[in-house]
């Protein structure tokens, strides 16, 4: 399989800059300017301390691409090591149960919100356009639906079920 090439690290985008709320176009994942923001996603997020996922919008694109990678995280049950997806799409959600998600580009807060703990996915990978099924659960099934969302044009906030939900970030040292 070709190797993606080095990406450029981005600025990453925060709220309430419009892409945010953007939903995604479908791309062409063998296209030169997807491999090009895909190698963008995965050097962002190897030098973003706690990032576990990261979709287009937040480095500014209005594309529905995001890379995933749960490894090593406390959380984590279930890990498909790290991979991007492009046009993902849930095939099938069970077992909502409510949780704290927060989000690189909402820095200073933290939301409780219902998500659904064992998923399918549907998307295809970049460089070979190949439409893969991931079957998941726990934390990296919460992670995927939260970068689906963004492909969206959703934050976190926008699932929320209201201000109490939400919740200044706790810095530990």
């Known amino acids: 399989m070709p190797e993606l090439p080095a990406g450029t690290v981005r600025p990453v985008v925060r709220a309430p800059d419009p892409v945010l709320s953007t939903q995604g176009r479908d791309i062409d994942p063998t296209g030169a300017g997807t491999i ?3 190698a ?3 050097a962002t997020q190897v030098v973003s301390p706690g990032c576990v996922g990261l979709a287009a919008q937040q480095i500014g ?3 529905r691409v995001f890379s995933v990678d749960v490894s090593g995280h406390a959380k984590t049950r ?4 790290a ?3 492009c046009n993902a799409e849930v095939v099938s959600a069970t077992r909502k149960e409510r949780g704290r998600e927060g989000c690189m580009s909402v820095p200073d807060f933290t939301g409780d919100l219902a998500r659904a703990r064992r998923l399918v996915v ?5 460089l070979t356009g190949e439409w893969v099924e991931i079957t998941t659960d726990g934390f990296e099934a919460v992670a995927l639906q939260h970068e ?3 492909t969206d044009g959703l934050l976190f906030l926008d699932r929320v079920s209201g201000p109490h939900g939400i919740h200044p970030r706790r810095f530990y040292l």
Do not use: S
């Open 122 to 126: 549907r998307g295809q990978l970049p």
């Open 40 to 42: 963008g996603l995965l």
């Open 36 to 38: 090009e923001l895909v």
């Open 148 to 150: 689906i969302d963004h």
């Open 61 to 63: 694109v209005a594309a």
């Open 78 to 81: 279930t890990c498909h090591g």
């Open 83 to 85: 991979f991007v997806l």
